[in-house]
């Protein structure tokens, strides 16, 4: 599975990540995009792709297929200052995100399944039948 590679900066690059090593997590607070890490995770069945996004609900992820690619997204609204309170120190970032992620043609779309929980959101891509692996056979020679 491979992100899908843009010019924008909203989008960043799984390929980077796995084979460049290229592992900025999040980006810094002055940055307004906020990108989050994420686990790609290939068994004989599936793809599992992990999220990290802490503090959100489910209601606030957007998944998206089309043709071929599937967006994650979160759109947040920064609260507005509470003028009754004196901050210190006031470093909560709300940000919103967009990754998006170019899928195989061994994923079986229509199954596609999606769990939040304790911060990860987690994307379940079964594959397709005809990709799942195949038991040892043994040919008779007549």
Do not use: C, W
């Amino acid at each position: 599975m491979h992100l899908l590679k843009t010019q924008r900066p909203i989008f960043s690059s799984i390929f980077d990540d796995l084979v460049l090593n290229n592992r900025s997590g999040y980006t810094s607070h002055s940055n307004p995009v906020d990108t989050p890490s994420v686990n790609v995770i290939e068994s004989d069945i599936d793809y599992r792709l992990q999220l990290v996004a802490p503090g959100k609900n489910k209601e606030d992820f957007t998944i998206e297929l089309d043709e071929g690619v599937m967006s994650i997204a979160t759109e947040n609204e920064t609260p507005e200052n509470n003028k009754e309170e004196n901050y210190t120190l006031r470093e909560f970032v709300f940000s919103n995100f967009k990754r998006a992620f170019k899928l195989p043609d061994t994923v079986a779309i229509d199954k596609i399944k999606a769990e939040y929980k304790s911060g990860i959101l987690t994307v379940t891509l079964p594959k397709v039948k005809e990709s799942l692996p195949q038991p040892k056979k043994l040919i008779a020679i007549k």
